[in-house]
Each structure stands twice: as structure tokens, then as C-alpha cells.
């Protein structure tokens, strides 16, 4: 069975065609710049050079027509016809209470992920025009939609509620929701199977990328997660702040006489390891910099650090303990250096580095000392193969 995954952004569209068979790639491709000029495809076939198609892709439905021919082109192409494709497993990122698993796509759904709309402004119109783009050009093919915030909907009510009048809960829906989570189930469905399928397993996963979150996964549930209503919430990021006293949007609004989207602005895009830097959002330049002696990059590491380490602590309190700890996403997974600081002088809790076999980096492997009481993992994410999987189970 071939299945098409799509993850649709505002002006992008990423997409891969996996053999489940196998579960192997057989093409995966991003769709740059749509509605802007100067739109390109890249098309990269298994064992073939990336192909480049420019061409211009006034909206996701030109996007998604000039994907589903690279697909089955004579020379680029990895299929005979469309046919082939059994499913379409899209990306959405917000599902708000309303989803709790992946679901087939059908008029009833599709109202409800447009209802989801005020939780996800960013991301929710635009993983819509993906749906929509793909119902045109394949109105045959099963499509299901496999969400980011679903694998969060096991939260108890103490974990997602917060302490504000109840009927914001009740009349704005405001509540922690969580981000990351095909990727935490993915990497902690994977965690599972390398303690040899433990019962109660206790995991902690950490997805730490541009964007880091952490999960704190009971017997393959998820009991609490960093982010909250908004992706905003929770680790020091590359450009957001993660949690911080809310008086501070307040107090900087009356000082700087700006307006609240703009403090919000602020939180997101200028705040995380940049704003304490200065240098940048991407971790390499500023391990780069942390080396020649930049006191706040320095400081920046080490606070995104603290912060990881301030949430596994949580995080072993309520799980009641831990069996693994799991590092995944572009820092998660090739950052040897933070992962050993996150996890030095945590010996008294069973996780022992080893710092040898934590020198690896992008796949997968057991990095705790054999000797380690409890175990650490580095399990590169593989969403798209995530979403597939749903997608098959549902389709079939
Ligand atoms: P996204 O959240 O956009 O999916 P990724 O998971 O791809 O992000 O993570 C991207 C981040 O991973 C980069 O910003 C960079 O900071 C970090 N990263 C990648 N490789 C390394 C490395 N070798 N050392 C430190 N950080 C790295």
C-alpha cells in the first residue's frame, strides 16, 4: 500500500510517498513560495538527484497538481497513475477537544477542523487548503487527517486546565492542548518497543528542535506536556520564551507603549535562545559562539538546559519514576553536547550517560551507560512515516 503524506504550511507544501510495505520513501519533495513569486518544486527520488520545477503556483491546488504529476512523470515520477496512491494522510495541527486519534476526513470532520480555526490561526487554515487542494485533484482517494494535538488528549483536568476564571475554559476553550505529538508518540511508541514492550512503561520524551517540547508518557499515554494553548509555552526555544511570569506582557505593554500583538510578536519571533543571545535561534551558531566565550550564549545553553532538566524533574514526579528518557528533533538528535548536560548529575535518579555512546548523532541508539539503572534513547522523529501508519490502520 502507497500512501501520501501532507504537511501544508501557508505557502508551502511538504509531501512524501511512502511504501508501507516496507515503510520505505519513495519520494519526498517540498513545494516552496505558493501564492508568492517565484514558486519552486523540489522533487528528490530515491537514489536520483534532487529534480527542481519552477514553476508558478498561484494557490495549494496548482501546488498539489504539479506534485501529483512529478509523481507519476515519466522520468522523475515513482508511480504509474494516481491509482496506485491507496490514501492521503494530512498534517493538522490543531484538533482542539475534538480529536483525540487521527480521523477519516469526511464533511462532518472538516467542520470540525474548520472550528478549530481561532485555536490554530496559523496552521489550521493552511493544513485545510492541503485537504482541500487534494479533495479536488483525487476525489476518490480516502484522506485522513492525523493531528498534532490528539496524542495531548489524555491530559487529566489538572494538567490542562489553568487557574484563570472558568469560563474562559468554558466560553474561549482556553486550556493546554500541547504540540509535538505525533512526534512524541512516535518516538515514545518506539521507546516502548526497545524496553521490550515493559508494561506501565515510564517515559519522558523530548522533541527538542526549533521548536522543543517535553511529554511524559504512562503506559503509552500522554500525561502532561510542555506546550500549552499555544506552542508559546513551556522550554526556552530558538525564538520563543517559553514560560515566563504573564505580568511581564502587561508590564511591558504599558512601558513600551505597544500593543498586545505586538508583545506577542515579541514572545515568539525574538525572545527563546536568540533574544538572550542576540546571536541567533539555530543552536549550532550558538554553540559556536558559547565556545569562543559569548557570555550570553553562554548563558542562553545554559538556560535552555535548566529549563529541560526543571521539567524532567516534574515529569518524574508524576510519572512516579522513569524507565527512559528520549531525546528526538534536530537538537534531541544531534546535539551530543546538550544531551550530556541535560542529563549530568541525574545518577541519583537512574539515568547515566555514557559519554562514549552519546557521541552519535541523527540515529538511533541507546546512550546510557550499560550499567544505567534506567535508560537513555536517542530515536530520530519520523512524523510522516507516523501519520502513514494512521493513515493505513484507518484506510484499511
Ligand atoms: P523544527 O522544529 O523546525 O522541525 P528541527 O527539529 O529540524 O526543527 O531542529 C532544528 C534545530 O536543530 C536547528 O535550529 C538547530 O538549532 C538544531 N540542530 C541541528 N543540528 C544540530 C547540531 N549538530 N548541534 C546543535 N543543534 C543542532
Same mark, same amino acid.
Given at each position: 500500500?502507497?500512501?501520501?503524506? $501532507?504537511?501544508?504550511?501557508?505557502?508551502?507544501?511538504? #509531501?512524501?510517498?511512502?511504501?508501507?510495505?516496507?515503510?520505505?520513501?519513495?519520494?519526498?519533495?517540498?513545494?516552496?513560495?505558493?501564492? $508568492?513569486?517565484?514558486?519552486?518544486?523540489?522533487?528528490?527520488?530515491?537514489?536520483?538527484?534532487?529534480?527542481?520545477?519552477?514553476?508558478?503556483?498561484? @494557490?495549494?491546488?496548482? =501546488? +498539489?497538481?504539479?506534485?501529483?504529476? =512529478?509523481?507519476?512523470?515519466?522520468?522523475?515520477?515513482?508511480?504509474?497513475?494516481?491509482?496506485?496512491?491507496?490514501? +492521503?494522510?494530512?498534517?493538522?495541527?490543531?484538533?482542539?477537544?475534538?480529536?483525540?486519534?487521527?480521523?477519516?476526513?469526511? @464533511?462532518?470532520?472538516?467542520?470540525?477542523?474548520?472550528?478549530?480555526?481561532?485555536?490554530?490561526?496559523?496552521?489550521?487554515?493552511?493544513?485545510?487548503?492541503?485537504?482541500?487542494?487534494?479533495?479536488?485533484?483525487?476525489?476518490?482517494?480516502?484522506? +485522513?487527517?492525523?493531528?498534532?494535538? =490528539?496524542?495531548?488528549?489524555?491530559?487529566?483536568?489538572?494538567?490542562?486546565? #489553568?487557574?484563570?476564571?472558568?469560563? #474562559?475554559?468554558?466560553?474561549?476553550?482556553?486550556?493546554?492542548?500541547?504540540?509535538?505529538?505525533?512526534?512524541?508518540?512516535?518516538?515514545?511508541?518506539?521507546?516502548?518497543?526497545?524496553?521490550?514492550?515493559?508494561?506501565?512503561?515510564?517515559?519522558?520524551?523530548?522533541?527538542?528542535?526549533?521548536?522543543?517540547?517535553?511529554?511524559?508518557v504512562k503506559d503509552g499515554k500522554c500525561i502532561d506536556t510542555s506546550m500549552g494553548l499555544t506552542p508559546l509555552e513551556g522550554l526556552v526555544m530558538g525564538t520563543r520564551s517559553g514560560d515566563l511570569d504573564p505580568a511581564i506582557i502587561g508590564f511591558i505593554m504599558n512601558e513600551e507603549k505597544i500593543s498586545a500583538d505586538q508583545v506577542n510578536n515579541i514572545l515568539n519571533k525574538e525572545s527563546g535562545v536568540l533574544g538572550i543571545s542576540g546571536v541567533s535561534s539555530d543552536f549550532r551558531d550558538i554553540d559556536v559562539a558559547a565556545a569562543e566565550g559569548n557570555e550570553r550564549a553562554q548563558l542562553a545553553l545554559s538556560m535552555f538546559v535548566n529549563q529541560v532538566r526543571k521539567y524532567i524533574g516534574s515529569y518524574i514526579v508524576q510519572l512516579g519514576g522513569i524507565d527512559a528518557l528520549v531525546f528526538t528533533a534536530g537538537i534531541g538528535e544531534n546535539a551530543a553536547d546538550i544531551r550530556e548536560k541535560v542529563c549530568t548529575g541525574l545518577d541519583f535518579l537512574g539515568l547515566e550517560i555514557d559519554p562514549q555512546k552519546n557521541n552519535i548523532r541523527g540515529k538511533e541508539a541507546v546512550v546510557s551507560k550499560d550499567s544505567s539503572p534506567k535508560k537513555i534513547f536517542v $530515536?530520530?522523529?519520523?512524523?510522516?512515516?507516523?501519520?502513514?501508519?494512521?493513515?493505513?490502520?484507518?484506510?484499511?
Amino acid at each position: 500500500m502507497k500512501i501520501l503524506v $501532507i504537511n501544508c504550511g501557508s505557502s508551502s507544501l511538504k #509531501y512524501q510517498l511512502i511504501d508501507m510495505s516496507n515503510e520505505s520513501i519513495l519520494v519526498k519533495g517540498l513545494a516552496e513560495r505558493i501564492g $508568492i513569486d517565484g514558486s519552486r518544486l523540489k522533487h528528490e527520488k530515491k537514489g536520483m538527484d534532487a529534480v527542481v520545477i519552477e514553476k508558478p503556483m498561484p @494557490d495549494h491546488t496548482t =501546488a +498539489v497538481k504539479l506534485v501529483l504529476d =512529478a509523481l507519476v512523470d515519466k522520468n522523475h515520477g515513482v508511480i504509474q497513475s494516481m491509482d496506485e496512491i491507496a490514501a +492521503v494522510g494530512h498534517r493538522v495541527v490543531h484538533g482542539g477537544d475534538k480529536f483525540k486519534e487521527p480521523a477519516i476526513i469526511n @464533511d462532518a470532520v472538516m467542520k470540525d477542523i474548520r472550528a478549530c480555526i481561532p485555536l490554530g490561526p496559523l496552521h489550521n487554515p493552511a493544513n485545510i487548503m492541503g485537504i482541500e487542494a487534494c479533495m479536488k485533484l483525487m476525489p476518490n482517494t480516502p484522506m +485522513v487527517a492525523v493531528f498534532d494535538t =490528539a496524542f495531548h488528549q489524555t491530559l487529566s483536568p489538572e494538567n490542562y486546565m #489553568y487557574a484563570i476564571p472558568y469560563k #474562559y475554559y468554558e466560553k474561549l476553550k482556553i486550556r493546554k492542548y500541547g504540540f509535538h505529538g505525533i512526534s512524541h508518540r512516535f518516538v515514545s511508541q518506539r521507546a516502548i518497543e526497545m524496553l521490550g514492550n515493559k508494561p506501565n512503561s515510564k517515559i519522558i520524551t523530548c522533541h527538542l528542535g526549533n521548536g522543543s517540547s517535553l511529554a511524559a508518557v504512562k503506559d503509552g499515554k500522554c500525561i502532561d506536556t510542555s506546550m500549552g494553548l499555544t506552542p508559546l509555552e513551556g522550554l526556552v526555544m530558538g525564538t520563543r520564551s517559553g514560560d515566563l511570569d504573564p505580568a511581564i506582557i502587561g508590564f511591558i505593554m504599558n512601558e513600551e507603549k505597544i500593543s498586545a500583538d505586538q508583545v506577542n510578536n515579541i514572545l515568539n519571533k525574538e525572545s527563546g535562545v536568540l533574544g538572550i543571545s542576540g546571536v541567533s535561534s539555530d543552536f549550532r551558531d550558538i554553540d559556536v559562539a558559547a565556545a569562543e566565550g559569548n557570555e550570553r550564549a553562554q548563558l542562553a545553553l545554559s538556560m535552555f538546559v535548566n529549563q529541560v532538566r526543571k521539567y524532567i524533574g516534574s515529569y518524574i514526579v508524576q510519572l512516579g519514576g522513569i524507565d527512559a528518557l528520549v531525546f528526538t528533533a534536530g537538537i534531541g538528535e544531534n546535539a551530543a553536547d546538550i544531551r550530556e548536560k541535560v542529563c549530568t548529575g541525574l545518577d541519583f535518579l537512574g539515568l547515566e550517560i555514557d559519554p562514549q555512546k552519546n557521541n552519535i548523532r541523527g540515529k538511533e541508539a541507546v546512550v546510557s551507560k550499560d550499567s544505567s539503572p534506567k535508560k537513555i534513547f536517542v $530515536i530520530p522523529t519520523n512524523e510522516e512515516l507516523m501519520i502513514a501508519k494512521d493513515t493505513m490502520l484507518l484506510v484499511k
